[in-house]
Structures are given as structure tokens and as C-alpha cells.
Antibody, heavy 120, light 105 residues
């Protein structure tokens, strides 16, 4: 059974960089069938796509966040990561990692989500 | 940019009733790119339907999806207590509707 687990600091200071890692277990991240994705959801609100990365390292970012987002993948550790720079209180939200299956154009596995708070 | 608009925002029904949730796209989309998710408080979303009408693995047959072009529907034929949640539609990788909250009447 595939599992995804987010990890990283839960508290980040304004103007600093938020860093999260998603560890994938139960299957290899090096598959041509999937994209690995970060999404976020403010408490009580809807879902926002942050960006996607392929195992080769090709990444695609949300236009609204593109200037602040960097994603990377480490196939040796079966992990992918998110960095979001110059954070503000508006970036306080639950962050999810997920797997997007190309053949079904849907998110079939999700991490449990992690709440990251931006505060001094 | 495609925008998905879900209606109603909140739907109040009783167990055993039929629920009909709508998702309207701002322009015509491929049905193969349309999915539905269920989210309960404190949990990640769960995939229900992909390709507009194909149930994901393990999803009960009381859940069904339909539609094409700009109008898509998620139907729950007979509501069970565990079905009360928020439902999202999604297009391709990057677009989600704002959600419909299904609450107990």
C-alpha cells in the first residue's frame, strides 16, 4: 500500500523559506506513470495546487506562486520536496503531498497533510 | 484558465435521501480530466470518481458521476451517515472547485 508522509518545520518566521519533504513508501517514485504534487488548503477553505514534479526533475508551478516555489526530487531516498520563499501569514495553511496518476488524471494517494504556521 | 463552480455551496439532506452535486466548468473540458473527491474534517481528500464517471477502487456503487462538456454531476443514491462531508470536483492537475458541503438535515 502506497503511503506519503509530509515532514518539515511546522512553524516558519515571516520572510523566511518554508521547506517540506514528502517521503513515499510502498512504491518507487521513479515511475513514468505519475507526477508528484504539492497542494495546500487554508483551514476551512478549498484546495490549491502549488506544483508538480516528475521523477526526472521536470517541474511545473502555479503561476501565482511560481516566483517563490522550488520543487525537487530525490529518487535515491524516494522523496520529493517543496521550498516556498518569502512566506507571509497568508501561507499559513495545511500542506499536502499527493500522487497524480497520468492515466486517470486524478490524485489517487495523498499524505495526511501538515499544518504550517507562519508567525514570528 | 478553467474555473470550476460547484453548487450548491451547502446541501442539507437526511440519511437515505439522494444527493445531487453540480460542477460547472467555465469552458468545455475533457471528461477524462474530471474527478471528484470527498473530504472529511481533519483528513486528506479521497478520490471517488475519475474520468467523470469511473468509480475509484473501493468506492461504493451508491456514488456515481456523470456529465460532459461544462456540466458534471456527482450523485449519491442513498446517503449513509459516513457520506456527510465536503465534496470537490477537479480538472486535470491544477484546478479545483470550491467545494460543496453535504450536511445532515
Amino acid at each position: 500500500q502506497l503511503q506519503l508522509q509530509e515532514s518539515g518545520p511546522r512553524l516558519v518566521k515571516p520572510s523566511e523559506t518554508l521547506s517540506l519533504t514528502c517521503t513515499v513508501s510502498g512504491d518507487s517514485i521513479s515511475s513514468s506513470s505519475y507526477f508528484w504534487v504539492w497542494l495546500r488548503q487554508p483551514p476551512g477553505k478549498g484546495l490549491e495546487w502549488i506544483g508538480s514534479i516528475y521523477y526526472s526533475g521536470s517541474a511545473y508551478y502555479s503561476p501565482s506562486l511560481k516566483s517563490r516555489v522550488t520543487m525537487s526530487v530525490d529518487t535515491s531516498k524516494n522523496q520529493f520536496s517543496l521550498k516556498l520563499s518569502s512566506v507571509t501569514a497568508a501561507d499559513t495553511t495545511v500542506y499536502y503531498c499527493a500522487r497524480w496518476r497520468s492515466s486517470t488524471s486524478s490524485y489517487d494517494y495523498w499524505g495526511q497533510g501538515t499544518l504550517v504556521t507562519v508567525s514570528s | 484558465e478553467i474555473v470550476l463552480t460547484q453548487s450548491p455551496g451547502t446541501l442539507s439532506l437526511s440519511p437515505g435521501e439522494r444527493a445531487t452535486l453540480s460542477c460547472r466548468a467555465s469552458q468545455s473540458v475533457r471528461s477524462s480530466y474530471l474527478a471528484w473527491y470527498q473530504q472529511k474534517p481533519g483528513q486528506a481528500p479521497r478520490l471517488l470518481i475519475y474520468g467523470a464517471s469511473i468509480r475509484a477502487t473501493g468506492i461504493p456503487d451508491r456514488f456515481s458521476g456523470s456529465g460532459s462538456g461544462t456540466d458534471f454531476t456527482l450523485t449519491i443514491s442513498r446517503l449513509e451517515p459516513e457520506d456527510f462531508a465536503v465534496y470537490y470536483c477537479q480538472h486535470y492537475r491544477d484546478t479545483f472547485g470550491q467545494g460543496t458541503k453535504l450536511e445532515i438535515k
